[in-house]
């Protein structure tokens, strides 16, 4: 079965504050992708990061990094010094070439960054 | 270049009638997928296409609900006899051929409201 939980429905900071969304996910596959999509008050969902299962490698892209640990099945995003245009629900998803394309989604993080 | 595409962006309909939701992928994704997206909900996978067939329509909710592709391109989502709770933000996504760790770009998504 494949699975994404996001147990933090909703995480308020002030600006410049450091934050951390966290991600687990289940898969029996032993290759697989994760994602993370960021979804302004515009409504679109925005592409952020994809990261392979054999790739565990940590990726930092200007503010934001991530956080690939296989051995606890995590995929967590950090966004360093928050901005107020850092407020959005981000998701975190899950595919892989057993899933029938299908990508599965956890329930999002809702991020309100306080001036 | 365009990005997805969908229409209308905001609809407003009386329980009972029927709605189109259209949605135009970006030239050339093979992959085009629809999901639901409630109020301060995560997104619910409601179908895929792989060219102009569906293999996966697990995630339909109902007989009321059904999707078609022409062409390898444009998607309609139609819903028979709405009901208010399918007031939701219906959300289309293509994906470029390939295996299965491309990432999906979303459209802006369309506002159903059943009155």
């Known amino acids: 079965a494949q699975k994404v939980t996001q147990a933090q429905t909703e995480i308020s900071v002030v600006e410049k504050e450091d934050v951390t969304l966290d991600c687990v996910y289940e898969?029996?596959?032993?290759?697989?992708?994760l994602f993370w999509y960021k979804q302004p008050p515009s409504g679109e969902l925005v592409f952020l990061i994809r990261?392979?299962?054999?790739?565990?490698q940590n990726e930092i892209s200007g503010r934001y990094s991530w956080n690939f640990q296989k051995s606890t099945s995590s995929f967590n995003f950090t966004i360093t010094a928050s901005q107020v245009v850092d407020s959005a629900v981000y998701f975190c998803?899950?595919?892989?070439?057993?899933?029938?394309?299908?990508?599965?989604f956890g329930t999002g993080t809702s991020l309100t960054v306080i001036p | 270049g365009a990005g997805v595409s969908q229409s209308p962006s905001n609809k407003v309909t009386e329980k009972g009638k029927d709605v189109e939701l259209r949605c135009d992928p970006i030239?050339?994704?093979?992959?085009l997928y629809w999901y639901r997206q409630s109020l301060g909900q995560g997104l619910e996978f409601l179908i895929y296409?792989?060219?102009?067939?569906?293999?996966?329509k697990s995630g339909l909710p109902s007989d009321r609900f059904s999707a078609e592709r022409t062409g390898g391109s444009v998607s309609t989502l139609t819903i028979q006899r709405t009901q208010q709770e399918d007031s939701a933000v219906y959300l289309c996504?293509?994906?470029?051929?390939?295996?299965?760790?491309?990432?999906?770009?979303f459209g802006p998504g369309t506002r159903l409201t059943v009155l």
């Open positions: 990261r392979n299962s054999f790739d565990e």
């Open positions: 996504a293509s994906k470029p051929p390939g295996q299965g760790h491309n990432e999906q770009f």
């Open positions: 030239s050339g994704h093979t992959a």
């Open positions: 998803a899950l595919t892989g070439p057993n899933t029938g394309n299908q990508f599965y």
């Open positions: 898969t029996r596959d032993t290759t697989y992708y």
């Open positions: 296409f792989q060219g102009n067939s569906a293999p996966d």
